[in-house]
């Protein structure tokens, strides 16, 4: 016998399975609708049942159903692979798996990480005490996280004798709060879990009601079918290459979430709005698939040497684009421990991306019981508002009605997941025209066959922009003339970009001329767009490149940025008193130059700009 | 035209996601194998994350009273696979004499100064590590003494109570404590993927699979295991690895894969918990939970 076992490649009979959740406020039941289910479809351990009526009997108290699932919390915990918050049984068609939210409202964060794997929902209410506060609440949590399926079982129907109008009263009233809340009820299904009425057989003491068992319905729940017809969409979770061990594929890798790719499709990436062809749907372990299809963690090859990140977009060419903004209008849940609230540094998490972000406006804060709206300015825990936020840099997403799977969020406050949400709207804001410029040059670039990686090993440097400013009076332009003489001297490729350059040239139509043409200028904004697609050429080229501008602003830093495609910038502070906002990374006293540009070129080294031995 | 996942492709991707994102979110990352047929569904998995390669080392927490052959197997695997292998070990409790084995001390005891303790301390940097040299396929003491901040684990949700409470990223502070009660949410893809200095994150990407499932998805990849699960001619056979002196195998007639599913199918041990040969369980009480709050896989 070896010591290992080589086993076959073999196709292997698999049934499906799918996820299941069941919420409602607390004591309406749902561990009777379950343990009801799990007895009536034989999916109990043998003598399970009876050993749990025997108990009861030997305690004088009658039995229930929901003793069963405490039975099998106990048994769990001596092993038995049984798990309390999941139940599996399995019908006919196919297995379940039951995942049972808490509905205690302490527990909200447990029923949404519970209900976000659910393929269909069961929602539970109680007959005699009516539509209660969770009931809503969970109503509306359903709705964002984007559960079509939900069959609403009004349970306990035993204590109402039966009663078809406290049944039709709840049926209606609950379904017009769903439809407010963009859920149309799958259906409703009146039941006792306690005698079984309606689970898993039709009662007799309900003989107005003639739609379907709750089992009947469970097999009747679509499983979610792959959503192919829909845009392509795949967050990049990272590009991949592992030449040191003698690979030397270049792989996108990433989940697709909607529609499909195959190789020769010509895939553009948001925000950046760069593109490429694929040229091969990569794999391990198995031939080579003719396409990616959503929920397959996949990864391609591309026929150019493109640059792109972890946290971009890819979609196909001639498929509705990506959105892409720095605000977006949000309907948002919130479960942190502190309240959300403007003038405070969150993370929000779309796809793969993640980006500072502030909550600049709370539009209105529901009351999630009966949708009444609140004006406040900052939400509290467990509560839904519709909040406009800023983000730090350029994103791309879809709205969620457009595409729920790239139009929702997750927010980070202090290192925890502390809220989730889905993008209704975006605003215009004040870089939208210089960012739908930017895509579109860059889908437009011609592409050379020297990549950047080829120019940086060349020029033993990767391209940068330092941007040198101050108030008007400094000498930025002498210190720029420095920076590029020491950096030539150093061997370094080097340009020094002096604005007239630009303003007599490349500005010409939109000089003022006047001659107050400082901070006031109206083109102010239009001078520094077209100074930024200046150096955007010079970086390419794999320039550093040198340029200066009085009183910049961190607005116009980041319009720069929006520009250039990814190098590193150095912004230098020339001066003793900082005018503007601007975030620098350097500040410098006027006076000696060298010393300044020496200084300069310490930064660049440190930050792994320059590969050669400074002199 | 692929028109539906089956629920192994559905696992597959969900769990190359997670080791995806893990890959991406923490500098210091490392993948315990135990060299039991989960963890090396889940090394296999990261291979297919990475296209065949596994760009993490690989830690084995090695008792010295693991059964030989598993050492063996590790090695062999470590070397075909051209993985970053790294074992650490309680070196003290061993040479002191300080197991179970040597009547020092009770199971779970044991469990912890070999297991969790060595774990701990590998993790930390603050034990030696021994690294496989790639030419040489001999150990030798790691200089890296940094601490792994992100750590795979391949627990599942359906082996036993305490795990069934676990996220996929599940953060533990400074003194390796897990809260149960109060454990952040996840929904959507996101994880938790920020933490703060000093602590760790715990990363799952098993936690969805069953038994059956585990043995379904060997059959379909051709994955080599351990022959130990497998009945010899003696109609026995191990359904979970562990220490030998703490391990004992099941009555069972299996003998391949394909017969393991049989197995696990009929229902025959359905009322047998899987790790009913893992002595130390039975003494926690019957769940892990003790031994998994201080930092047990």
């Given at each position: 016998?070896?010591?290992?076992?080589?086993?076959?490649?073999?196709?292997?009979?698999?049934?499906?399975?799918?996820?299941?959740?069941?919420?409602?406020?607390?004591?309406?039941?749902?561990?009777?609708?379950?343990?009801?289910?799990?007895?009536?479809?034989?999916?109990?351990?043998?003598?399970?049942?009876?050993?749990?009526?025997?108990?009861?009997?030997?305690n004088?108290?009658?039995?229930?159903?929901?003793?069963l699932?405490?039975?099998l919390?106990?048994?769990?915990?001596?092993?038995?692979?049984?798990?309390?918050?999941?139940?599996?049984?399995?019908?006919?068609?196919?297995?379940?798996?039951?995942?049972?939210?808490?509905?205690?409202?302490?527990?909200?964060?447990?029923?949404?990480?519970?209900?976000?794997?659910?393929?269909?929902?069961?929602?539970?209410?109680?007959?005699?005490?009516?539509?209660?506060?969770?009931?809503?609440?969970?109503?509306?949590?359903?709705?964002?996280?984007?559960?079509?399926?939900?069959?609403?079982?009004?349970?306990?129907?035993?204590?109402?004798?039966?009663?078809?109008?406290v049944?039709?009263?709840?049926?209606?009233?609950?379904?017009?709060?769903?439809e407010?809340?963009?859920?149309?009820?799958?259906?409703?299904?009146?039941?006792?879990?306690?005698?079984?009425?309606?689970?898993?057989?039709?009662?007799?003491?309900?003989p107005?009601?003639?739609?379907?068992?709750?089992?009947?319905?469970?097999?009747?729940?679509?499983?979610?079918?792959?959503?192919?017809?829909?845009?392509?969409?795949?967050?990049?979770?990272?590009?991949?290459?592992?030449?040191?061990?003698?690979?030397?594929?270049?792989?996108?890798?990433?989940?697709?979430?909607?529609?499909?790719?195959?190789?020769?499709?010509?895939?553009?990436?948001?925000?950046?709005?760069?593109?490429?062809?694929?040229?091969?749907?990569?794999?391990?372990?198995a031939?080579?698939?003719?396409?990616?299809?959503?929920?397959?963690?996949?990864?391609?090859?591309?026929?150019?040497?493109?640059?792109?990140?972890?946290?971009?977009?890819?979609?196909?060419s001639?498929?509705?684009?990506?959105?892409?903004?720095?605000?977006?209008?949000?309907?948002?849940?919130?479960?942190?421990?502190?309240?959300?609230?403007?003038?405070?540094?969150?993370?929000?998490?779309?796809?793969?991306?993640?980006?500072?972000?502030?909550?600049?406006?709370?539009?209105?804060?529901?009351?999630?019981?009966?949708?009444s709206?609140?004006?406040?300015?900052?939400?509290?825990?467990?509560?839904?508002?519709?909040?406009?936020?800023?983000?730090?840099?350029?994103?791309?997403?879809?709205?969620?009605?457009?595409?729920?799977?790239?139009?929702?969020?997750?927010?980070?406050?202090?290192?925890?997941?502390?809220?989730?949400?889905?993008?209704?709207?975006?605003?215009?804001?004040?870089?939208?025209?210089?960012?739908?410029?930017?895509?579109?040059?860059?889908?437009?670039?011609?592409?050379?066959?020297?990549?950047?990686?080829?120019?940086?090993?060349?020029?033993k440097?990767?391209?940068?922009?330092?941007?040198?400013?101050?108030?008007?009076?400094?000498?930025?332009?002498?210190?720029?003339?420095?920076?590029?003489?020491?950096?030539?001297?150093?061997?370094?490729?080097?340009?020094?970009?002096?604005?007239?350059?630009?303003?007599?040239?490349?500005?010409?139509?939109?000089?003022?001329?006047?001659s107050?043409?400082?901070?006031?200028?109206?083109n102010?904004?239009?001078h520094?767009?077209?100074?930024?697609?200046?150096?955007?050429?010079?970086?390419?080229?794999?320039?550093?490149?040198?340029?200066?501008?009085?009183?910049?602003?961190?607005?116009?830093?980041?319009?720069?940025?929006?520009?250039?495609?990814?190098?590193?910038?150095?912004?230098?502070?020339?001066?003793?008193?900082?005018?503007?906002?601007?975030?620098?990374?350097?500040?410098?006293?006027e006076?000696?130059?060298?010393?300044?540009?020496?200084?300069?070129?310490?930064?660049?080294?440190?930050?792994?700009?320059?590969?050669?031995?400074?002199? | 035209?692929?028109?539906?996942?089956?629920?192994?492709?559905?696992?597959?991707?969900?769990?190359?996601?997670?080791?995806?994102?893990?890959?991406?979110?923490?500098?210091?990352?490392?993948?315990?194998?135990?060299?039991?047929?989960?963890?090396?569904?889940?090394?296999?998995?990261?291979?297919?994350?990475?296209?065949?390669?596994?760009?993490?080392?690989?830690?084995?927490?090695?008792?010295?009273?693991?059964?030989?052959?598993?050492?063996?197997?590790?090695?062999?695997?470590?070397?075909?696979?051209?993985l970053?292998?790294?074992y650490?070990?309680?070196?003290?409790?061993?040479?002191?004499?300080?197991t179970?084995?040597?009547?020092?001390?009770?199971?779970?005891?044991?469990?912890?100064?070999?297991?969790?303790?060595?774990?701990?301390?590998?993790?930390?940097?603050?034990?030696?590590?021994?690294?496989?040299?790639?030419?040489?396929?001999?150990?030798?003491?790691?200089?890296?003494?940094?601490?792994?901040?992100?750590?795979?684990?391949?627990?599942?949700?359906?082996?036993?109570?305490?795990?069934?409470?676990?996220?996929?990223?599940?953060?533990?502070?400074?003194?390796?404590?897990?809260?149960?009660?109060?454990?952040?949410?996840?929904?959507?893809?996101?994880?938790?993927?920020?933490?703060?200095?000093?602590?760790?994150?715990?990363?799952?990407?098993?936690?969805?699979?069953?038994?059956?499932?585990?043995?379904?998805?060997?059959?379909?990849?051709?994955?080599?295991?351990?022959?130990?699960?497998?009945?010899?001619?003696?109609?026995?056979?191990?359904?979970?690895?562990?220490?030998?002196p703490?391990?004992?195998?099941?009555?069972?007639?299996?003998?391949?894969?394909?017969?393991?599913?049989?197995?696990?199918?009929?229902?025959?041990?359905?009322?047998?918990?899987?790790?009913?040969?893992?002595?130390?369980?039975?003494?926690?009480?019957?769940?892990?939970?003790?031994?998994?709050?201080?930092?047990?896989?």
């Amino acid at each position: 016998m070896s010591l290992i076992k080589q086993t076959e490649k073999a196709d292997v009979k698999q049934r499906e399975v799918m996820n299941i959740v069941i919420v409602g406020h607390v004591d309406h039941g749902k561990s009777t609708v379950i343990g009801r289910l799990l007895a009536d479809t034989d999916s109990l351990p043998k003598g399970k049942l009876d050993q749990v009526r025997e108990n009861c009997r030997r305690n004088s108290k009658p039995f229930e159903y929901a003793f069963l699932l405490d039975a099998l919390k106990d048994e769990q915990a001596q092993g038995i692979t049984i798990d309390a918050a999941r139940c599996f049984f399995k019908t006919k068609k196919r297995n379940y798996i039951i995942l049972d939210a808490p509905g205690h409202i302490e527990f909200l964060k447990n029923m949404v990480t519970g209900a976000a794997n659910a393929e269909a929902a069961l929602l539970v209410i109680d007959a005699q005490e009516g539509i209660m506060e969770n009931s809503t609440r969970h109503g509306y949590l359903l709705s964002m996280l984007g559960i079509k399926q939900v069959a609403v079982l009004v349970n306990k129907m035993d204590l109402v004798e039966y009663n078809q109008e406290v049944y039709e009263d709840i049926k209606k009233n609950y379904a017009t709060f769903l439809e407010k809340v963009g859920i149309q009820a799958t259906c409703f299904i009146p039941v006792s879990g306690f005698h079984g009425d309606n689970i898993t057989r039709h009662s007799e003491n309900m003989p107005w009601y003639g739609g379907d068992t709750v089992l009947d319905r469970l097999d009747l729940f679509h499983s979610a079918g792959l959503p192919v017809d829909m845009p392509f969409r795949m967050p990049v979770q990272g590009v991949y290459k592992f030449t040191q061990d003698g690979d030397y594929r270049r792989i996108v890798a990433g989940t697709v979430e909607t529609g499909r790719i195959k190789a020769g499709d010509t895939v553009v990436f948001y925000p950046s709005g760069k593109k490429s062809k694929v040229k091969t749907i990569e794999t391990f372990n198995a031939p080579e698939p003719d396409e990616a299809v959503p929920g397959m963690a996949t990864g391609f090859t591309l026929e150019d040497q493109i640059y792109i990140t972890r946290g971009e977009i890819a979609t196909v060419s001639g498929e509705a684009p990506c959105r892409i903004s720095r605000k977006i209008v949000t309907n948002v849940f919130w479960l942190g421990k502190h309240d959300l609230v403007k003038d405070k540094e969150y993370l929000i998490k779309i796809g793969t991306s993640k980006i500072s972000a502030t909550l600049i406006e709370v539009v209105k804060v529901m009351n999630a019981s009966d949708l009444s709206n609140e004006a406040k300015d900052y939400v509290g825990r467990h509560e839904v508002a519709e909040c406009i936020f800023d983000l730090k840099k350029d994103i791309a997403f879809d709205l969620n009605n457009e595409n729920p799977v790239t139009g929702r969020f997750v927010i980070i406050d202090d290192y925890e997941i502390a809220g989730g949400g889905i993008i209704v709207d975006q605003v215009k804001d004040k870089y939208s025209r210089v960012r739908d410029y930017v895509v579109m040059r860059n889908l437009k670039w011609e592409k050379s066959i020297i990549g950047r990686d080829l120019r940086s090993v060349r020029y033993k440097q990767k391209p940068a922009l330092v941007i040198i400013t101050g108030d008007e009076a400094s000498d930025k332009k002498e210190l720029a003339r420095e920076v590029e003489k020491l950096l030539f001297d150093n061997g370094e490729y080097v340009y020094f970009l002096g604005i007239g350059n630009v303003v007599y040239g490349v500005d010409a139509d939109i000089r003022a001329t006047q001659s107050d043409k400082s901070l006031k200028d109206p083109n102010r904004q239009e001078h520094i767009r077209r100074l930024g697609e200046v150096a955007n050429v010079l970086l390419d080229a794999g320039m550093i490149l040198v340029v200066t501008a009085v009183e910049l602003t961190a607005d116009e830093i980041d319009m720069i940025d929006t520009t250039v495609v990814p190098p590193h910038i150095c912004v230098v502070w020339l001066g003793d008193k900082v005018t503007t906002d601007v975030k620098y990374d350097i500040k410098l006293a006027e006076g000696d130059y060298k010393k300044n540009a020496s200084i300069i070129r310490k930064h660049l080294s440190e930050r792994g700009v320059i590969f050669n031995p400074l002199l | 035209m692929i028109n539906q996942l089956t629920h192994l492709d559905r696992l597959e991707s969900k769990s190359v996601h997670i080791i995806r994102e893990a890959y991406s979110n923490f500098k210091n990352l490392c993948m315990l194998w135990s060299i039991g047929k989960d963890s090396t569904v889940m090394l296999w998995l990261a291979r297919k994350a990475f296209f065949g390669h596994v760009p993490f080392p690989l830690v084995h927490v090695d008792t010295a009273y693991k059964i030989p052959e598993m050492i063996e197997y590790r090695d062999r695997l470590a070397r075909e696979y051209k993985l970053d292998m790294i074992y650490g070990q309680n070196e003290e409790a061993l040479r002191d004499k300080k197991t179970f084995p040597d009547g020092d001390c009770s199971r779970i005891e044991c469990c912890k100064r070999l297991k969790t303790e060595a774990l701990k301390n590998t993790l930390a940097g603050t034990w030696k590590r021994y690294r496989m040299n790639k030419e040489t396929g001999i150990y030798e003491v790691d200089s890296n003494t940094e601490p792994y901040t992100g750590v795979i684990v391949g627990v599942r949700a359906d082996e036993e109570g305490s795990r069934s409470k676990e996220r996929y990223f599940s953060p533990r502070d400074r003194n390796n404590d897990w809260d149960v009660g109060d454990q952040p949410p996840e929904f959507w893809n996101q994880y938790k993927t920020d933490f703060a200095p000093g602590t760790h994150v715990r990363i799952h990407p098993l936690l969805d699979w069953t038994e059956v499932d585990i043995w379904k998805y060997i059959q379909r990849e051709g994955i080599p295991t351990v022959s130990l699960y497998y009945n010899q001619g003696d109609g026995k056979r191990y359904r979970s690895l562990g220490c030998y002196p703490c391990t004992s195998p099941i009555q069972s007639q299996a003998s391949s894969v394909a017969e393991i599913i049989e197995e696990l199918e009929s229902g025959i041990l359905s009322n047998i918990a899987e790790r009913s040969g893992r002595e130390q369980d039975k003494e926690d009480g019957g769940g892990l939970e003790d031994l998994r709050k201080d930092g047990y896989m």
